[in-house]
């Protein structure tokens, strides 16, 4: 009883001390976990104070940003932008990039190129179809400046007796530049470019190949002009030329640009005439010359060009004596006067340059041409025929003899049939003599003998006239 009494006093304590110690030990825990969070807690603190210190010390210091400036330098698209060049130029600050972004289908290309200078210079390699047409272009240019300079002489010398060579020196890096400007990046060589050449522009009405000739233009380093002349041409046409071309304005002797003359012997062309164009300008002149005086049916006219043999050129002949000489034959109707024949021996040199020294001759044949019929005549040329009959005779009876005269001449003009000539020949013969123009008359009425020897009233007034 005594044990479980001391026991019962024991173990209380027992069981009180032990609770105690338990409680300590939570509380020491506790106390632990708590210092434990306090120095998490100010760690935490501690590094958010010394981040948040550090960014606003970084946005203090730091400077702004500069911005980027980008500025296009060219752009090139086609087929809805499949195709594509764009050349940009970046600025910051004080550096400069340039940025080339190229495009074919889908292949993308994405160039940086640094400027350390601002002259610079980019090549872009570009397609051969480019290439082949820019030649093709430079080469229509030479050939239209050929072609002008061919129009230029022709108006002065015949065109089968010279040559024109034109070569074009040309800056290699502006056409570039005008390659990199006007010509697509696709080009489909078998579609023709005449379309887009005679487009206008809208502001300026000028043609789309006028401003690329222009832009070929600023590309010429130099002109290259050669001409090769027939020997047969005159030295003072030599001479001409060569002041001809270079008062020109394509010409710019600054720039260097030259023209040379040459000589030779050019072959015989298929006319089988070395002077073609000469002699078609003096049968043009002769022609002209006649028809006033003689008509258009009555006449028929003939020049031809030949060498001067060596021998026969004299040594001490003017520079402008050409070595040709020139052969005039004038075939004339019958029916025309006499009278005429000496007017064109004295009016033909002085219409042509004609010069008896050098070689140049002048004949004047007689022949009956064949009557033509009346049907050939227009009914105004008929109606004017029987005119100038009436009027003849209308002068002839009111004693107005100088304006039968006149009408004579006109109807000598239009008539065709050999009768009607001779009647109006006779009635200027009448006229002549009523005006006291004895010598006129006599060999007009001769003339109409000729014509008609069996004309009894022709006779009768020669001898009235004798």
């Not at 050929?146 to 089968?160: A, C, F, G, M, V």
């Not at 000469?278 to 006033?292: G, S």
């Not at 003849?392 to 006149?406: K, M, N, P």
């Not at 065709?416 to 060999?443: N, P, Q, T, W, Y």
Request: proline residues 4%; hydrophobic residues 40%.
């Amino acid at each position: 009883m005594v044990k479980n009494e001391r026991s019962s006093v024991v173990f209380p304590a027992l069981k009180n001390s032990r609770t105690d110690l338990s409680m300590r030990i939570k509380y020491y825990k506790l106390s632990n976990i708590c210092s434990y969070m306090s120095i998490l807690l100010f760690g935490i603190l501690f590094f958010i104070t010394i981040g948040g210190c550090t960014t606003t010390e970084e946005t203090v210091e730091a400077e702004p940003e500069i911005p980027i400036k980008k500025k296009g330098l060219f752009r090139q698209e086609i087929d809805g932008g499949k195709n594509s060049v764009y050349v940009i130029e970046e600025t910051q600050g004080n550096k400069r990039i340039l940025r080339v972004l190229l495009q074919r289908g889908d292949l993308k290309s994405n160039l940086i190129h640094p400027i350390d200078s601002p002259n610079f210079v980019i090549a872009v390699p570009l397609q051969d179809a480019t290439s082949k047409i820019l030649t093709l272009k430079t080469a229509a240019f030479e050939l239209s400046l050929k072609l002008n300079i061919d129009q230029l002489l022709s108006r002065y010398l015949s065109p089968e007796r010279f040559n024109v060579s034109v070569i074009i020196n040309w800056d290699k890096k502006l056409l570039q530049e005008v390659q990199l400007k006007n010509i697509p990046l696709d080009t489909d060589l078998s579609k023709t470019q005449a379309v887009v050449d005679d487009e206008l522009d809208e502001e300026a009405g000028i043609t789309e190949s006028a401003k690329r000739d222009h832009e070929l233009k600023e590309a010429l380093k130099s002109v290259q002009i050669s001409v090769l002349l027939d020997n047969t041409l005159p030295e003072t046409q030599e001479q001409f030329l060569l002041k001809l071309i270079p008062a020109q304005e394509f010409f710019n002797t600054e720039r260097g640009d030259t023209v040379t003359v040459e000589r030779t012997s050019f072959p015989k062309p298929f006319s089988d005439s070395i002077a073609p164009y000469e002699e078609q300008i003096v049968r043009r002149k002769l022609t002209e010359l006649l028809m006033k005086y003689v008509a258009k049916t009555d006449f028929v006219v003939n020049v031809k060009f030949s060498l001067i043999e060596s021998n026969e050129k004299q040594e001490d002949s003017p520079p402008s004596a050409s070595n040709i000489k020139m052969e005039i034959n004038l075939l004339l109707d019958d029916t025309v006067l006499p009278e005429i024949d000496d007017f064109l021996k004295e009016a033909v040199p002085l219409a042509v340059n004609f010069d008896e020294s050098r070689g140049d001759t002048l004949a004047i044949i007689r022949k009956a041409f064949p009557e033509r019929s009346a049907d050939s005549l227009s009914p105004e040329q008929r109606t004017a025929l029987k005119d100038y009959r009436t009027k003849i005779l209308e002068a002839f009876q009111t004693g107005d003899y100088v304006s039968g005269l006149e009408w004579a001449a006109k109807g000598l003009r239009v008539a065709v049939k050999r009768s009607d000539k001779i009647f109006i020949l006779k009635m200027k013969g009448s006229l002549h003599f009523l005006l006291e123009e004895k010598e006129e008359a006599l060999e007009t009425w001769e003339h109409v003998q000729r014509l008609d020897p069996d004309d009894e009233e022709v006779r009768q007034m020669l001898n009235n006239l004798e």
